[in-house]
């Protein structure tokens, strides 16, 4: 049935009386369902994968919770489409943050495509990458050498090691020795910067995250002090205040070519800061334990394929360029299966610019102008009538032929096969993204033949702890 047969139908689903209905939907979604069944619930219910729904923060942090949901990976690109939605103040949505959060400027992430602001701001970024695109490899190897130097230490004196605690490390020394060529440690920020960044964070997402209690009355608590009211920022000042002046003193010459392009330099550092806080180091905090959780969840056989392109690659390529990175197509199916499965980023939002038609597989549905709409990513790119074995890990799925489906892998905030533009709000870092993801497994398997690690959750992301490693036997 071609999208022009698909029968226009009502949306869906209901609010619930004001105030009370949304209420009701928090408590289902953080406590009484889990967020993937309260989705998975009115899916069925409905019959259906748009519907109305309330979206938590709701009263008192956000003043209208009503979103229409997308489910499927036919309607979810609508968010995409900057003609039809508006991007203004929806990066966390339905709120948004104070923005003492970042001195007073609304960060370019939370503009819209039509604000004059955000071209020239995400033309600074996608310059800035371009500057420094000679510099992530090397920088990158360097830092992950350092991280798995600190693993095997710590696997052998404790016989387990966290990778998220490494992790933070090393992802925060990267981002800003890549922006500030250097060390963070000889700087005001010490060893502390990655744990500033995560209280900055934190105060930010929690009206969106739930601890994870198995308790009702610690749940009562945590659903007052994290979803009735914001947190004030007041409780980071002092920290944030710490990373400006790191940023302003030594990302000198990425925010003099700010000002040559037009944005005040006060402005500038404080969208540097939230994006090596926000986008980078908070990218590479959720996104590098899930890619090593699914790639441990392969087992040996998989290592063993990696291990092998890898190191064959790199002897022939005669070292890790990125022409070899390039050469490795299960290391780069690997990294898209696994932001495909598991996205890091898993909500996107827009507000209709207009009264608009939004098609799912099976109806059209219209949706009307100022109409919050949210899409659900890990169902989306799990659509079972767009990719086989959904639920799934499969390691070569995008390889040859599967590269098709590429265009259905959406968790940079637009199309794998697309790019970022200053029109578009897709990820300016999206290639900065992919090269971590298969640089790390490169330095995981150039070191080793393969690992074990045990799996689990966190309010951001999974939490992965490494129980054994298996040094490379051959080159």
């Given at each position: ?156 004196s404790k016989g387990k090691a966290s990778f998220n605690s490494l992790n933070d490390k090393m992802s925060f020394n990267f981002v800003f020795r890549l922006l500030c060529d250097q060390k963070p440690s000889t700087t005001i920020l010490g060893t502390k910067g990655a744990t500033m960044f995560d209280l900055w964070l934190l105060l930010q997402l929690a009206p969106l995250l ?97 291990a092998r392109e890898i190191r064959s690659t790199v002897r022939s390529e005669g070292g890790v360029t990125l022409a070899a990175l390039d050469r490795m197509s299960l290391t780069k199916s690997v990294v898209y299966e696994a932001l495909r499965i598991d996205p890091p980023v898993p909500f996107q939002y827009g507000r209709a610019r207009r009264d608009t038609v939004v098609r ?116």
């Amino acid at each position: 049935m071609s999208d022009s047969e698909l029968p226009l139908e009502e949306i869906p689903g209901d609010y619930g009386f004001p105030f009370f209905g949304a209420i009701r939907d928090r408590l289902n979604y953080f406590y009484f369902q889990g967020r993937d069944e309260f989705f998975r619930d009115r899916m069925r219910k409905y019959q259906s994968t748009v519907f109305r729904a309330n979206m938590p923060p709701g009263p008192f942090i956000s003043s209208n919770p009503n979103v229409v949901v997308l489910l499927d990976a036919i309607s979810f690109p609508i968010l995409f489409d900057t003609s039809k939605v508006e991007k203004r103040n929806v990066l966390d949505g339905t709120f948004m943050p104070s923005t003492a959060f970042t001195g007073g400027h609304r960060a370019c992430a939370f503009l819209d495509p039509s604000e004059p602001k955000h071209a020239a701001i995400k033309r600074w970024f996608l310059s800035l990458l371009a500057a420094r695109r000679d510099m992530f490899i090397p920088t990158l190897r360097s830092c992950l050498s350092d991280l798995f130097v600190d693993l095997e230490d710590e696997l052998t004196s404790k016989g387990k090691a966290s990778f998220n605690s490494l992790n933070d490390k090393m992802s925060f020394n990267f981002v800003f020795r890549l922006l500030c060529d250097q060390k963070p440690s000889t700087t005001i920020l010490g060893t502390k910067g990655a744990t500033m960044f995560d209280l900055w964070l934190l105060l930010q997402l929690a009206p969106l995250l739930s601890l994870g209690f198995n308790n009702m009355v610690l749940n009562f608590l945590e659903d007052v002090i994290l979803h009735t009211f914001p947190l004030p920022p007041l409780l980071i000042k002092s920290s944030y205040k710490k990373l400006y002046h790191a940023f302003s003193e030594h990302a000198t010459s990425i925010l003099d070519e700010a000002e040559r392009l037009g944005i005040d330099r006060d402005e500038a550092c404080h969208n540097l800061v939230f994006l090596a806080g926000f986008n980078a180091y908070g990218g590479m905090k959720a996104t590098l334990p899930i890619l090593i959780k699914w790639v441990g969840s392969g087992g040996e056989d998989l290592h063993r394929r990696l291990a092998r392109e890898i190191r064959s690659t790199v002897r022939s390529e005669g070292g890790v360029t990125l022409a070899a990175l390039d050469r490795m197509s299960l290391t780069k199916s690997v990294v898209y299966e696994a932001l495909r499965i598991d996205p890091p980023v898993p909500f996107q939002y827009g507000r209709a610019r207009r009264d608009t038609v939004v098609r799912s597989h099976d109806a059209a549905f219209k949706i009307k102008k100022g109409e919050m709409v949210f899409g659900y990513q890990p169902f989306a790119t799990k659509d079972p009538r767009v990719f086989d074995d959904p639920e799934e890990f499969v390691g070569d799925r995008f390889v040859g032929e599967g590269e098709k489906l590429l265009r259905y892998v959406y968790w940079s905030n637009g199309r794998e096969t697309d790019d970022p533009t200053v029109g578009n709000k897709q990820c300016a870092g999206k290639d900065l993204v992919l090269l971590v993801c298969r640089v790390t497994l490169v330095e995981l398997f150039l070191r080793y033949d393969t690992f074990d690690v045990e799996r689990g959750s966190l309010p951001v992301g999974s939490s992965v702890t490494f129980k054994s490693l298996t040094k490379a036997t051959s080159c």
